[in-house]
């Protein structure tokens, strides 16, 4: 069964461990994965201005919350979207209590954003009071105002995916586009890691991945075939012997039987095992992988290599204050 058969059915399997989010016809939020869902990664910038260090921590805990709350918990795989937020003090005051205690009035101001760009999709305003015996005491307090089932938080996040969404349409031919000139260039798992990035909600562009992702796929099973029978003839000459032989089976064994040079290693390893027979006077016991389970291999194979790419890419992102 050839791949370009079975392309939208195995497209879809492959997404289908992306994501769900709230859109009209979604209103349940299932297990979520790293790749093909909208994820919104929590910044605390240091210039919030009077923000004690501990404050700081519980604030990325509150945005943290309220990511998770709503689906779009952080991926370090999708670093493009923000959740921060800045804190403004409002008044500061002692009590006149026994013992004095600091009052603090704050808003709370938290936005989502392409924090890359430094680009605003949606923002929303939370005024908070806290008491405490000292200022970060109080600022924590205050801090408590952030609650993740507030309305307008509800509000704020269904906005923010809103705006990723149009993100993702109004810019997918750019997103298609980079893709194919990623695989141009031969580099193929990260188009891969492009295409699986776009949210299914996005249904347009979610279909043109699908249509891109599977020939890609092929493209760069095809380019590995060759370039690893081409390594393990060279291993094999170089020996001629069973040692050599075993050596070339490593680059073998790792051939995808889907690839359009497989019979060249079929042809090859057949060559190997006979000539191992006739100088060393014993059979050779590697055998090819011919077959794959379409519907499961296949189906991890497609996931693993976008993830893998990610996975192993430098985090060097630096982002940009949303106000």
Not at 25 to 45: C, E, F, H, M, Y
Request: hydrophobic residues 40%.
């Amino acid at each position: 069964m050839k791949i370009m058969k079975t392309n939208r059915i195995l497209l879809i399997a492959v997404f289908s461990f992306c994501f769900s989010v709230l859109a009209d016809s979604q209103n349940t939020i299932g297990k979520l994965d790293d790749l093909g869902r909208i994820a919104l990664n929590t910044w605390v910038p240091d210039q919030i201005e009077y923000m004690p260090a501990t404050s700081k921590s519980n604030l990325e805990n509150k945005l943290s919350q309220i990511a998770t709350r709503y689906g779009m918990g952080a991926s370090e795989l999708l670093p493009r979207f923000i959740i921060t937020a800045n804190v403004v003090i409002q008044s500061k005051d002692i009590t006149s209590t026994a013992p004095p205690m600091h009052a603090l009035t704050v808003d709370i101001t938290i936005y989502i954003g392409d924090g890359i760009e430094g680009k605003v999709f949606a923002s929303t305003t939370v005024s908070g009071k806290g008491v405490g015996e000292n200022e970060t005491k109080a600022y924590t307090a205050a801090l408590r105002s952030l609650d993740p089932a507030n309305k307008n938080i509800q509000k704020f996040m269904e906005e923010g995916k809103r705006k990723i969404i149009a993100y993702y349409n109004s810019r997918c031919d750019i997103i298609i586009k980079e893709a194919q000139m990623l695989e141009s260039q031969n580099r193929f798992d990260e188009a891969i890691y492009v295409l699986m990035c776009i949210p299914d909600v996005c249904l347009d562009c979610y279909n043109k991945a699908m249509d891109a992702v599977g020939p890609v796929f092929q493209n760069k099973i095809d380019w590995e075939c060759k370039a690893k029978v081409n390594v393990a003839r060279n291993v094999w000459s170089a020996g001629l012997n069973y040692n050599a032989a075993n050596k070339a089976a490593e680059f073998l064994a790792s051939i995808d039987p889907e690839a359009a040079c497989f019979n060249d290693a079929v042809a090859l390893t057949a060559e190997i095992a006979k000539r191992v027979k006739e100088i060393d006077g014993r059979e050779w016991d590697f055998i090819l992988k011919k077959e794959i389970d379409l519907e499961r291999d296949r189906i991890k194979a497609w996931r693993d290599v976008g993830i893998s790419w990610g996975t192993h890419q430098p985090q060097n992102v630096v982002y940009k204050s949303l106000w």
